[in-house]
């Protein structure tokens, strides 16, 4: 089993910084991508950033291209999602996904384990 478990949420004012962490526990070396997803209230789960494990190559999202970044420390198992100027748009329930193919991928349906998610809310 993997297990997946996030922190790092809260709120924070408009054009502020967060950093989200994701902790991967249990049989690690099954894991071979990361990625980071996001829903808001009523609204589908979306992409938000993804990374390979081996040689780092990551994906974003338009809508945080430029704004977040994504990154991870092996030694730690652990990924990260840097989030700078964020918006009230940014609000939602961010979820951090694992799958056991290394190429980055957009679709939830491509990650086969998930952490329970963490809260990120942006006042304007």
């Known amino acids: 089993q993997v297990q997946l478990a996030e922190s790092g949420g809260g709120l924070v004012q408009a054009g502020g910084s967060l950093r989200l962490s994701c902790a991967v526990s249990?049989?690690?070396?099954?894991?071979?991508?990361m990625g980071w997803f996001r829903q808001a209230p009523g609204k589908e789960r979306e992409f938000v950033a993804a990374i390979r494990w081996s040689g780092g190559s990551t994906d974003y999202a338009d809508s945080v291209k430029g704004r977040f970044t994504i990154s991870r420390d092996n030694a730690k198992n652990t990924v990260y999602v840097q989030m700078n100027s964020l918006k009230p748009e940014d609000t939602a329930v961010y979820y951090c996904?694992?799958?056991?193919?290394?190429?980055?991928?957009?679709?939830?349906?491509?990650?086969?384990?998930w952490g329970q998610g963490t809260q990120v809310t942006v006042s304007s």
């Open positions: 996904a694992g799958r056991r193919i290394g190429v980055t991928a957009r679709s939830p349906a491509s990650y086969d384990y």
């Open positions: 249990g049989r690690t070396f099954s894991v071979y991508g």
